[in-house]
């Protein structure tokens, strides 16, 4: 077999397919949405029929062997095939449990550009451009968010661990975290992870933390300590009261992350903007662009209010970023992230605010709101249906009235093993609740009513 064209060009002397660089990729392009429109089409709805096991024969029929002796020119197809065959299509309407959202396919293309460039952001000689538009775009989304500079991030949780290892470089290896109950669990994890005292959990009984209670835990534990408040919960889209949070962070001196991991897109809404008032009194806030920001993973933030706490992050490697070298002018990239290698994912980010503008974006996310209102507004209005709460971001949760947890659940499994909606599930009561989160600009009236329909007829009785 010739050795196979690569992505990026010009070859050199010995590739036999010689300098046409990218155009290699034209056919296989023509290849992979081919396998893709069949693989979607084979699946037919938003996640693939039979369950687990069903699955996994397919891609091991698909696959045969994994490492085969003579290589299969036919591999991308088939691989590409099964994969869309067998994906959760986040782009389908009843396609809607977690915080996966439908990808623009703008900036899918520019992941590709990526793909094809290969810059890698840990010294400037690999990625002269990229780097250059890294600053622009970080310092511009950290003002967004009334901060002065962002570290790009694999997403939530790396941002959420960057905050935690960046509040103990600041205040020492006894800083305690003090979140609600309804924090991201990468918290409490991240202060594990990075061997901080033992995490306190205030109660969060309505969906966010309680100011007071919070008030009391600041006013009892010793210092130094962290509070971290969520804008955007995981289970329900609510955001913890930020400027009472802020104002009690202040009068007792505790440092303050907030995770706007999914809330932070409300930033491009005119509309909703106002509900993320108080995020600028954090030093730290976490952004996710691949939840309301429709970006294809990874595409995360951490906006950092003091840029000398970056100075923790520093690091030298004479082959990255030797000191002779920076003082002759080279940007100095080690320090932008906990990575070494790091593909950009500013580009994709970048091509999206370009294209889209602050309208588009905002416009994207006034109607995932709208859905999730017109969605809660059925089941408010159908008598076999209980509506949690009106949503605050594009979070539903509703349940079969007069339904056993049990029953609940088993709804929820029968619609995901048939492959015809694919909800998540929360219990911030107790009781156990369907979960709607609605991410996909393009879903339609009558694709909501669907998926309530769906729900009806299956639960059992
Ligand atoms: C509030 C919140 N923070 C952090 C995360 C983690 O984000 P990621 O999955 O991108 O690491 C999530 C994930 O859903 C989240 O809901």
Redesign the pocket.
Known sequence: MSTPPLASGPEGPEGPEGPEGPDALRPLLDTVLGALREGARARGGPLPAGGPDAVAARVRAAVGDVLPDKGDPDALRLLVRALAEGAADPAHPRCAA??HCPPLAVATAADLAVGVLNPSLDSWDQAPAASALERLVTRALAREAGAADALVT???????QLALLLAREAHGGSVRLVCGTN??H?LPRAAWLLGLPEPVLVPAPAGTLDPAALDEALTTLPGPLLVAA?A???DAGLIDPLPDIAARCAAHGARLHI?A??GGGLLFSDRYRHRLAGLDAADTV?L?L??LGWQP??A?LLAVTHPGDLTALDQRADYLNADDDTEAGLPDLLGRSLRTSRRPDVLKIAVTLKTLGRTGLGALVDQVCAHADAFAALVHDHPGFELYDRPTISTVLFRPAASTDDAVAAVRRKLLTDGRAVLGRARPDGRLWLKATLLNPHTRPDDLAALLQLVEGNTPR
């Open positions: 977690h915080l694999t997403g939530g949780t790396e941002s959420n924090a991201h990468s969520t955007g919960t995981t995770d991991a999914y976490t996710d691949h939840k993973i990874a995360g």
